[in-house]
């Protein structure tokens, strides 16, 4: 098995046009050496290698160079996050550090800041230690922008920011119960640190006697926006003892830095002083041609949104976000109150407010898995809550089954809105329902709306394509944002196409009459098939329901790249819809099925 050339050689194939001409020469070598050498077989870090040592020409000496055209082939991506912790990835190499899965040197190193993994990419690269045909594929389906063990880190980040803290102090833990000699090092940054997963896994190692852990920590002062307050050396210091600070713009001054932490016995944290600018990657315009119109998304329309309720209504909304106003375009159209990154405490803060008023939860569909606890003790005990679960199925990956998991809480309901209608609807069923979390999630993507919502009747459905007048033998069935695709989909195909906007829907006898006739149903959905949409309109109303939804979690790539995957395209939903009447499956099934 060849697994460099199966997973970077389509993606570096394809954005073969955004490559320089020297590029391309260099990434059309080492995929003839992969396809006639056989350099590609073993653990990735080694074929990695071996193709490096085949084509040693190196087209950038700097890393930071290497960063911004991974990036501006890319299109998208944490440039900036990346930018601020080089000088701290280039000590780690220095040190010894950065090879061998992070087993090798003097200490173990768990990179905590997962995102700044396109950083030991580069640094690799420059080096001498990858190829160049990985760079080109970031986000794009070969390489991950989070740390993987696959790709040489010690450690994988999945959904959570401060859960790297916890990876070293656990590691750390079973090093000193081992009696090994030996320290971790963790890359962490000053907004991770607000994550609770981050207090508490500090707070053990002190309270176990930790005496191997080493907390370097890139203090750029921003997590997504600025933060609040600089961060609390105090603190720190009192959990780790020794603390030094470090110029962390100035590699040299990072290495000796860490260098003397780890040279003498005992735990110690090092605070970096680093500076980060804008945290998504916006490509830079084209000389002299025209801006290309920015489609806002649907989740990015949530403070209008909320701003007209409040215009409507009179009721002043308790907003709380970790760091995402941005995402939910809050700025300027409703007052919020920034958390921080501190996930637990956002929920937590609506636990006292008065019943009355409306409390806003703004967070993410990974995220929120960081505070399920604080969840269940809110849906219990909190009225009047809306949690908007914000979904982007991007670069990070994430939980194909996030919405079936809010919908297990106590008092819980969960809605995918598409349209400004229907989450004007969600909320006016707040009020009626105060004593039932609404849970809604907010599609980070831009698309036209359906031809028609749920609004009048946000629990039931609405049909896109309405039924003849004869019984259909077959008919579609959808939820959220897999309406969408589905309606596009279904355009020239006529098939009867009902879209719900509740993930649990109460269905109008008519509905369920013309449903009850059909030979075949497919259900839609983009949210997991286990426990999904799908399965509890088959359980609650023994429908003949067959369900096509995505089996695993989203993968790391952007969300263009995501719809074959899963096999939610519209040209494989078109391939599936056809056959349906007929009783005959789609010539392509998804890549995982």
Not at 3 to 11: E, M, N, S
Request: proline residues 7%.
């Amino acid at each position: 098995m060849n697994a460099l050339l199966d997973r970077f050689a389509g993606p570096a194939r394809e954005a073969l046009p955004r490559l320089t001409p020297a590029e391309r020469a260099v990434v059309h070598r080492e995929l003839a050496e992969l396809e006639h050498g056989g350099h590609g077989e073993g653990p990735l870090p080694d074929a990695l290698r071996k193709l490096a040592a085949q084509v040693p020409e190196r087209l950038y000496t700097d890393s930071a160079d290497v960063l911004l055209r991974m990036h501006e082939i890319a299109g998208s991506g944490n440039l900036q996050s990346n930018l601020s912790s080089l000088p701290l990835v280039r000590a780690c190499f220095a040190l010894g550090l950065a090879e061998d899965d992070g087993r090798g040197g003097p200490a173990d190193l768990i990179v905590g800041r997962g995102h700044i993994a396109p950083a030991f990419y580069a640094e690799h690269y420059v080096r001498g230690t990858w190829p160049f045909t990985p760079l080109a594929t970031l986000h794009q389906g070969g390489l991950t922008g989070v740390v993987h063990r696959d790709l040489g880190f010690r450690n994988t980040m999945r959904y959570s920011l401060g859960v790297g803290v916890a990876q070293a102090v656990s590691l750390a833990w079973e090093l000193t119960r081992r009696g090994e000699d030996r320290k971790v090092v963790c890359l962490a940054g000053d907004g991770e640190l607000h994550e609770g997963a981050a207090f508490e896994a500090l707070r053990f190692a002190h309270d176990a006697g930790l005496t191997n852990l080493v907390l370097v920590v890139d203090a750029n002062a921003k997590g997504i926006e600025p933060l609040a307050k600089p961060v609390n050396t105090g603190y720190l210091a009192a959990y780790l003892g020794r603390l030094v600070e470090a110029d962390g713009r100035d590699p040299w001054a990072v290495e000796a830095a860490l260098g003397a932490l780890l040279a003498v016995p005992g735990p110690g944290v090092l605070v970096c002083r680093t500076r980060k600018g804008d945290h998504s990657f916006k490509p830079a315009p084209v000389p002299g041609a025209a801006p290309a119109p920015a489609r806002a998304s649907f989740a990015s329309a949530t403070g209008r949104m909320l701003a007209a309720h409040r215009q409507r209504t009179g009721r002043e909304p308790a907003v709380f976000t970790a760091d995402m106003a941005a995402r939910f375009g809050l700025r300027g159209h409703v007052p919020y109150t920034n958390t921080g990154l501190a996930e637990t405490l956002t929920v937590g803060m609506t636990l006292s407010l008065p019943d009355d008023t409306l409390k806003v939860v703004a967070t993410d569909a990974m995220y929120y898995m960081d505070s399920l606890s604080m969840l269940t003790e809110a849906t219990t005990g909190v009225r009047n809550l809306l949690v908007l679960a914000g979904r982007s199925w991007g670069a990070w990956g994430g939980a194909h089954n996030a919405a079936n998991l809010l919908g297990l809480l106590l008092h819980t309901r969960v809605y995918e809105p598409v349209t400004e209608a229907e989450f004007a609807a969600c909320l006016d069923r707040l009020a009626r329902d105060p004593a039932t979390t609404h849970a809604v999630s907010m599609v980070d993507a831009a698309f036209d709306p359906p031809p028609a919502d749920c609004a009048d009747d946000i629990d039931g459905g609405v049909w896109l394509t309405p039924p003849g007048d004869a019984p259909p033998a077959a008919a579609v069935v959808t939820f959220g944002y897999a309406s969408v695709l589905t309606a596009e989909a279904n355009r020239d195909l006529g098939l009867p196409h009902l879209h719900c906007a509740a993930l649990t829907p109460e269905l109008d006898p008519s509905v369920l009459a013309v449903l009850s006739g059909c030979r075949r149903i497919l259900s839609v959905e983009y949210n997991g098939a286990d426990g999904g949409f799908g399965e509890r309109l088959r359980a609650r109303h023994l429908l003949p329901v067959e369900v096509h939804a995505v089996r695993r979690d989203i993968d790391n790539r952007v969300h263009a790249r995501q719809l074959p995957l899963h096999g939610m395209s519209v040209p494989m939903l078109r391939e599936r819809l056809a056959g349906l009447p007929e009783g005959r499956e789609a010539g392509h099934a998804p890549a995982h099925a």
